[in-house]
């Protein structure tokens, strides 16, 4: 394919972003070995990529322009597909440069045959590898196979779909680098031929880690001329890239900034046969509250395990990604105090991904012969049971009104000045929501906001805060343990996401949680 051709495809296939910061790369293609076909479509697509989207690219097949006073005016270098089979590729103080560039927060990015350099000065061959991840050793013939999408939250994959099939040529590595690295794409070996010494079992194909002070991106996709003009490769390059450079604020992933929580349905859930959920874990893995486990017995005491929810798989309606489904279930941390701060001064700010369903008749008792209060099917919820209650919750009325509160436990009424109950929109049964709301910080009285879908709120009112408010266990699926009160404050309906900040987000970083949201689960209500 010409250039002319090439851009002009890249460019019809992809829409043009506005509004990016400028990335400077250093597109580097010196080699010492195999000659690839592909090798001018991979120096085309990283050229195009910055004609698109207004970065500053510079191309060299040159290696000694691997130096200080270049990598100072650099923020990526990408090897393009360049190989070094043959013989050394890099002097001793080219070398030297590029791990300066990575341990001064250098980004880099390698594309296919950049795993295969293998002659270099041994100190920095061992070094180059582990910034590879690995190194490529060998490949049965090009033929289709199908890679698996294990982490759709990156930048360079949230388009992709949760299978993708492609022809390309199939590496094996020389170590498996899962553990050391982040996996976005793995290979599925039954889905192409090759003997099993050309096989590893577990396959990892496309990952990203922070290394050595810098970042790297690795894909050993890019054998064949045909996937260059691929536009799911061509965005998995593209996000590669921003990720590299710190640069991927657009539909990339949820700020980490004051993130406590992310439950995920898509990633650690903890299922049986029956995909009864029997543990939900925090994605945050620094944060005290990790897993979540199901109230056993739920509201029928008589049968255990009916407490549990259950997790539903590839839902279309959200882009495939699944949800746990709740109908008179709950998960609850067991950390007492973890979320106590949220209403004492630091604020909050919570998002979810939710579906209703039609809610029960609080006039007609559950399975457990209770009553459902009239108005209560909380979704969130950490309050304290007994004396007067505290704590964070979000609940939606009998008719599907949303609402969201605080209460303070200065006073038991269940909604007065000190329990405000901030009331929403009514939400259409059977049909998902991106559901938000944002407590202010500091002491007094703060702020109280209640978003759906759009970063307008769609109510609000004051909370005074309680320096000395005590609340309860975090509960998903109801705001506190169902056999206190079984059945009678329960959630039905499907959650595919819950994000907890403990602080409020401004409104910009409500915008950006909002756009990935919609753009991860594909909502655009």
Same mark, same amino acid.
């Given at each position: 394919m010409n250039r002319l051709a090439f851009l002009t495809l890249f460019f019809l296939s992809s829409p043009i972003l506005i509004g990016q910061e400028t990335i400077r790369i250093l597109n580097f293609q010196a080699d010492s070995g195999y000659q690839h076909d592909s090798k001018e479509e991979a120096l085309l697509l990283v050229e195009s990529l910055g004609k698109k989207n207004g970065w500053e690219v510079f191309s060299t097949a040159d290696a000694n322009t691997l130096n200080e006073s270049r990598l100072l005016k650099t923020d990526v270098v990408i090897f393009n597909n360049n190989c070094g089979t043959e013989s050394a590729i890099f002097s001793k103080s080219q070398g030297q440069a590029l791990q300066n560039f990575i341990r001064n927060g250098g980004g880099f990015v390698g594309i296919h045959c950049a795993g295969a350099i293998?002659?270099?000065?041994?100190e920095f061959q061992a070094w180059y590898e582990q910034l590879i991840g690995t190194r490529l050793v060998g490949h049965p013939e090009v033929q289709n196979a199908t890679l698996v999408i294990e982490n759709s939250d990156q930048n360079s994959t949230y388009h992709l779909p949760r299978k993708w099939r492609i022809k390309d040529e199939w590496h094996y590595f020389s170590s498996n680098p899962r553990g050391r690295v982040n996996?976005?794409?793995?290979?599925d070996e039954n889905s192409y031929q090759a003997d099993s010494s050309l096989k590893m079992g577990d396959h990892p194909f496309t990952w990203y880690q922070y290394f050595d002070g810098g970042r790297s991106f690795f894909t050993s996709l890019g054998h064949t001329v045909e996937v260059y003009q691929n536009v799911d490769y061509q965005r998995l390059i593209?996000?590669? %890239?921003?990720?590299?450079?710190?640069?991927?604020k657009d539909k990339t992933k949820p700020a980490l900034d004051g993130l406590i929580l992310d439950l995920d349905a898509d990633h650690n859930v903890v299922t049986n046969e029956k995909e009864e959920v029997l543990k939900w874990t925090n994605g945050v893995a620094l944060s005290e509250a990790q897993d979540f486990t199901p109230n056993d017995y739920?509201?029928?005491?008589? /049968?255990?395990?009916?407490?549990? &929810?259950?997790?539903?798989?590839? %839902?279309?309606? %959200?882009?495939?990604?699944?949800? %746990?489904?709740?109908?008179? /279930?709950?998960?609850?941390?067991?950390?007492?105090?973890?979320?106590?701060y949220l209403v004492t001064g630091s604020g909050y700010t919570w998002f979810t991904v939710?579906? &209703?369903?039609?809610?029960?008749s609080s006039t007609e008792p559950t399975e457990f012969g209770l009553h459902r209060l009239k108005d209560v099917?909380?979704?969130?919820?950490?309050l304290r049971n007994g004396g007067n209650y505290e704590g964070i919750w979000g609940s939606l009325n009998d008719d599907l009104t949303v609402w969201c509160g605080s209460r303070n436990g200065v006073t038991f009424g269940r909604f007065d000045q000190n329990n405000p109950k901030i009331t929403g929109i009514q939400l259409e049964p059977n049909t998902y929501y991106i559901i938000a709301a944002r407590m202010g910080s500091g002491t007094g009285h703060v702020e109280i906001e209640l978003f759906v879908n759009e970063i307008k709120p769609v109510a609000s009112g004051e909370y005074p805060v309680n320096i000395h408010s005590n609340p309860s266990k975090l509960a998903i699926g109801t705001e506190r343990d169902a056999t206190n009160h079984p059945g009678s404050e329960s959630f039905d309906g499907e959650i595919a996401r819950l994000l907890l900040y403990e602080r409020p987000l401004d409104d910009s970083e409500m915008a950006h949680i909002l756009e990935y949201l919609k753009s991860r689960y594909g909502l655009t209500n």
């Open positions: 293998w002659h270099e000065e041994k996996v976005l794409l793995s290979l593209e996000g590669g %890239i921003q990720w590299a450079a710190h640069n991927a739920g509201v029928r005491i008589t /049968d255990p395990g009916s407490g549990r &929810p259950k997790l539903k798989k590839n %839902i279309q309606e %959200i882009a495939g990604h699944n949800a %746990i489904v709740f109908e008179e /279930d709950e998960l609850v941390n067991g950390k007492e105090d973890t979320f106590d939710l579906k &209703p369903y039609r809610t029960q099917n909380s979704f969130l919820g950490n």
